[in-house]
Nanobody, 118 residues
């Protein structure tokens, strides 16, 4: 079992940046990803990193998001934030090490951290 804890959310003005971090309770070779969910919308993938550092991003954040990983921790850097980036951001682990952004492929989830862009 892997527990995930996110940190780094908050409120920011459009055009600003945020860095979200996720700490896993133990080292894992599972892929680690970020998803987000806005009120009234489905959860959507933002980006994923596998255990050797390969990444995949949603089209909506390409060029604005960077995921990095150091063992059991990963960081999502978001730049040039837009109001539509607002939502609760969740860290996830799983996907058998693949670079998928499908929520059902992930086994473990954090509680999420709120990001508000105005």
């Amino acid at each position: 079992h892997v527990q995930l804890v996110e940190s780094g959310g908050g409120s920011v003005q459009a055009g600003g940046s945020l860095r979200l971090s996720c700490a896993a309770s133990r080292s894992t070779t599972r892929s680690m990803a970020w998803f987000r969910q806005a009120p009234g919308k489905e959860r959507e993938g933002v980006g994923v990193v596998d255990w050797i550092g390969n990444t995949n991003y949603a089209d909506s954040v390409k060029g604005r998001a960077t995921i990095s990983r150091d063992g059991a921790r990963n960081t999502l850097q978001m730049d040039n934030l837009r109001p539509e980036d607002t939502g609760r951001y969740y860290c996830a682990a799983g996907a058998r090490g693949l670079l998928t952004l499908i929520a059902n492929d992930f086994d473990y989830w954090g509680q999420g951290t709120q990001v508000t862009v105005s």
